[in-house]
């Protein structure tokens, strides 16, 4: 691993412990690469880190693909809302490089504030 | 009647874009990123899906899906073999052990693979001619499969065509031979 690399993850796994603390609800967070590996994770995911990983990837992608044939401009977030919880996601930039933070809640966990704390994600990974 | 679908799966840089690339009559819906994985000569790589449609010219619509490669990403597999018509397996022959990674397959479609129409794609045989053709198809022989295994570039629309009209073949074999058992 690179010193590059090696700093990256630990400011994703800052940032992952950190968002897992501010929000309600919060069960666990992942990191990720966009093609699919799992940087750093918080809480307790109940499936392989590295298996959520590829998916949040698939579906960032997806979500990317849809909005540039959709003619709506670069994706910020993905909300997947199931009936015990939501899985949110945001792409967000580390030093330029493109990463995927995904938050799993509960469904005490309220959307505007995940959506808030995510976007204090991206602000401080912004300036790491 | 819903427009069958065929997917193209196979190793990471296997061609399985470009095959789709090659053949749509649309710019196709593409999800590939930076790699960043150093073991995997490419600077960019799927990680969702392809999706590209050709025209059949009967006012049916071929559907193209390919998926991503890595085996990471196995659940994509059979989330984009649901319902399909055909399965294209593109193999690369300049990885380090291309019968393996045939295995790698046909162990993620082994409960789809009997009843399904496919192919077996195998580039780059001219840089790197071993495993031979029949190699390959001694692994699927091995498995109780009979099925085609040519050597394509798919950069050549000729070529992906050629493993299209093949598995549209197996499918019309196929109904024909259900029609003539539906009638005795």
Redesign the interface.
Known sequence: MTMNQDEMRRHAQQAANDLLCDVNGARAVLVATPDGFDLAHAGALPLDAGRLAAMVSSMAALGDAASREAAIGQPHCMVVDSSAGRLVMRSVQWRGEPLVVVLLTDTAALLGMVLNALNGVERSLGVA | MKDPKIVFTGTPGAGKTTAIAALSDMPP?????????PTLAKSH?T???DFGQVDLGDGQVLRLFGT?G?L??E??WQILAADALALVVLIDNSRPDPLRDLADYLDAYQALLPSMNAVIGVGRTLECPLPTLDEFSDVLGDRGLVVPVLAVDVRERADVLMLVDIVLAQAEARDETRDEATQE
Not at chain 2, 29 to 37: A, F, K, L, Q, W
């Open positions: 819906v593409t999800t590939d990123v930076r790699n960043t994985d790589t990680v969702g899906l991503p890595q990471r990403f659940f994509m």
